[in-house]
């Protein structure tokens, strides 16, 4: 289920659709008081009206990794067509409900890395063994209802590479 929500003039968050609050953490994404881009209260500028986003993942992030790291990197950008090949071949709604939960899983586990990925003064380790496991156990989930098994072998194999490997040793 996706949740729209509003910035407030008190900066509180409200759900759009019952005008009642939501309990976060986060911040309007309009909000002057945090500049630090870098910080997951203050994701890159999305493309589509600044008030509006989900409350379960960071599309606006996420897209923002995809266009800046991945597809402007050679070694990369085959994950953006792998994973456009595999998403028209498994439809939502036909996974079943373990598979739906690990994928919103997996997405919101993702922010940190990116936003670490996107800061350029990061230099730590951008996967580590849990989310490995926890990316690697999605992959399993997908690769039954994929046609690609070679397209998982690869990205399972880059994974195992990538694993506990600062971002400059990742991001040549």
Known sequence: M??????TKDDGLKDINKNVPITSEDRCLDDDSNDDPYNPNHPPEPDYPPYSYSVNTRPDLHRFFRDT????????????????????????????????????????????PILN??????NGVLL??????????????????????SIFDEFQND????????????LR
């Open 2 to 7: 996706l949740f729209i929500i509003a910035c």
């Open 69 to 112: 790291i991945l597809i402007q990197n050679n070694g990369y950008r085959k994950y953006v067509d792998y994973y456009y090949i595999v998403s028209d071949e498994i439809d939502y709604d036909s996974l079943n409900i373990n598979a739906k939960v690990k994928i919103w899983d997996v997405a919101l586990k993702l922010d940190e």
């Open 117 to 122: 990925a996107l800061n350029p003064n990061y």
């Open 128 to 149: 580590n063994h849990e989310l490995k496991s926890d990316i690697l156990e999605l992959s399993d989930i997908l690769r039954e209802y994929s046609q690609n098994e």
């Open 159 to 170: 994974l195992n590479h990538i694993v506990g490997k600062t971002k400059s040793e990742i």
